[in-house]
């Protein structure tokens, strides 16, 4: 797993019936972390240990390697829920990378659980300190799941109207009062962040992330990436292997 790392998108939990824990806690214990509410996070954590959880399902025949998976979707919905609330992209994906890569080198189901409660803790402990206007309205937070869950797909005003029930100039004016940003600007950096993630954990190429993050073409994708990091994503890319190949030599 380690080596392959890509963005914790990947990692969703598309079918629901992978998971077999019961929805209402699960969500209550979500709900917490991304409201910040640390006390309550460590409550749900020591009532019911994360190896403990009834009704995990079976993703793998080894018990270890099982609750590595169980781990994933939970980081990862961890994760969503944070962004969802506020945090940055980069910044969740930097925590999801380091606590499934802590998981991925975990040799005991304790050190699984032990782990999971960190993770779960830094993440509320995160959004705890994060300004209170980033706290958005329902329609802004449905639009943004949206936007999340759809980043693969050319996303309008008019789908978000749909999700919301709102108005297009409506919509438009309090999205962009509460992140600062237009709908279409919002969509745009999600992707790119979410581009510059797949670069430098994915072995898709430059032509495969733009296509699966549906931009127009390769050259626009090139163009807007370059506007927004200050490199193309190939010297992106490149820049990234040379780094990891420096850190690889210090840890040698």
């Known amino acids: 797993m380690s080596e392959n790392k890509i963005s914790f998108i ?22 917490a972390i991304r409201l910040g509410d640390i006390k309550k996070v460590r409550k749900l954590c020591k009532d019911e240990a994360f190896h403990e959880k009834e009704g995990l399902g079976i ?12 781990f994933v979707i939970s980081t990862a919905l961890v994760a969503r829920q944070c962004i969802e609330g506020g945090l940055s992209l980069s910044e969740a994906y930097s925590m999801s990378d380091y606590y499934i890569n802590s998981a991925d080198k975990a040799s005991s189901i304790m050190k699984i659980s032990e782990l999971h409660d960190e993770m779960a803790i830094a ?5 705890r300190k994060l300004p209170k206007e980033y706290i958005y309205s329902r329609p802004v937070s449905e639009a943004i799941e949206y936007i999340l869950e759809h980043l693969d797909t050319r996303i309008t005003i008019s789908d978000l109207c749909e999700q919301t029930g ?10 962009k009062k509460e992140t600062g940003m237009t709908v279409t600007d919002y969509v745009l950096d999600k992707k790119l962040e979410t581009a510059k993630n797949m670069l430098d954990y994915s072995n898709l190429t430059i032509t495969q992330i733009a296509h699966t993050l549906a931009f127009p073409s390769q ?26 190949s420096q850190d690889q030599l210090r840890e040698d």
């Open 59 to 70: 993703l793998s025949d080894d018990k270890l390697r099982n609750m590595k998976y169980h």
């Open 10 to 31: 990947k990692y969703l939990p598309r079918h629901p019936e992978l998971i077999h824990a019961p929805y209402i806690p699960e969500m209550d214990f979500y709900t």
């Open 219 to 244: 050259s626009y994708f090139t163009k807007v990436f370059r506007e927004r990091f200050g490199v193309t994503p190939g010297r992106y890319r490149r820049q990234g292997s040379i780094r990891n």
């Open 166 to 175: 709102l108005s297009a100039s409506y919509l438009s004016r309090i999205f």
């Open 123 to 127: 993440y509320a402990t995160r959004m």
